[in-house]
């Protein structure tokens, strides 16, 4: 498909668990960004790629959060021993460039 | 501050129009979005304006753009049933994670 793609799309864990979801960025993206969005708020950030390299970090929320990507395409964040207040839907953007960011469908997570 | 700032909540009735404020936080940032987001699903873009200009309209969809009072606007004309959602303004900045929202304005219309 031609847009970005998140994996999956829903998600229900229990409290301690470690989660991964996935983002697949429009082909030929060079930004890849991770946002939380809590249910009825607005977009937090938490992570930024420019290629592989993640040059601002400073919304991942604990050393719990961590993620990364690999041949400037797929990027998985990871949540490790889930809370209860990781619960949001996580989505993913990409962006040529910097300039215009396209969003994948997000990813439900349920930390029950 | 540093936060982008919207009004929460906007109510108006099917064929009148919608006005949804913004007020942005960086004077140097270059481009200025806002988005729509339907229940359930991602965020869409539905225009964006670049710093130098005033107004740029697409369709029913007016942007302007007060640099000085970093103010910007959105205008949905004749607003419809489909239009209820919540839209954020977002800024693009030149340092840092580059794209900061606001918190989303719900738009709810009634018939």
């Known amino acids: 498909g031609a847009g970005v793609s998140q994996s999956p799309s829903n998600k229900v864990t229990e409290k301690g668990k470690d989660v991964e979801l996935r983002c697949d960025p429009i082909s030929g993206h060079t930004a890849l960004y991770w946002y939380r969005q809590r249910l009825g708020q607005g977009l937090e950030f938490l992570i930024y790629f420019q290629g592989n390299s993640a040059p601002d970090k400073s919304g991942l929320p604990s050393d719990r959060f961590s993620a990364e990507r690999t041949g400037e395409s797929v990027s998985t964040l990871t949540i490790q021993r889930t809370q209860q207040e990781d619960s949001a839907v996580y989505l993913c953007?990409?962006?040529?460039?910097?300039?215009?960011?396209?969003f994948g469908p997000g990813t439900r997570l349920t930390v029950l | 501050g540093e936060d982008v700032e919207q009004s929460l909540f906007l109510s108006v009735r099917e064929g009148d129009s919608s006005v949804i404020n913004c007020t942005y936080t960086d004077s140097s940032s270059t481009y200025l979005y806002w988005y729509k987001q339907e229940p359930g699903a991602g965020l869409q873009l539905l225009t964006y304006i670049f710093s130098n200009m005033d107004m740029k309209q697409d369709q029913r969809l007016t942007v302007l753009l007060n640099k000085k009072d970093k103010h910007l606007s959105l205008r949905i004309a004749d607003t419809q049933t489909g239009d209820s959602a919540i839209y954020f303004c977002a800024e693009r900045r030149n340092y840092g994670q580059n794209f900061v929202f606001g918190p989303g304005t719900r738009l709810s219309v009634l018939p």
């Open positions: 953007a990409s962006s040529p460039q910097d300039n215009e960011q396209f």
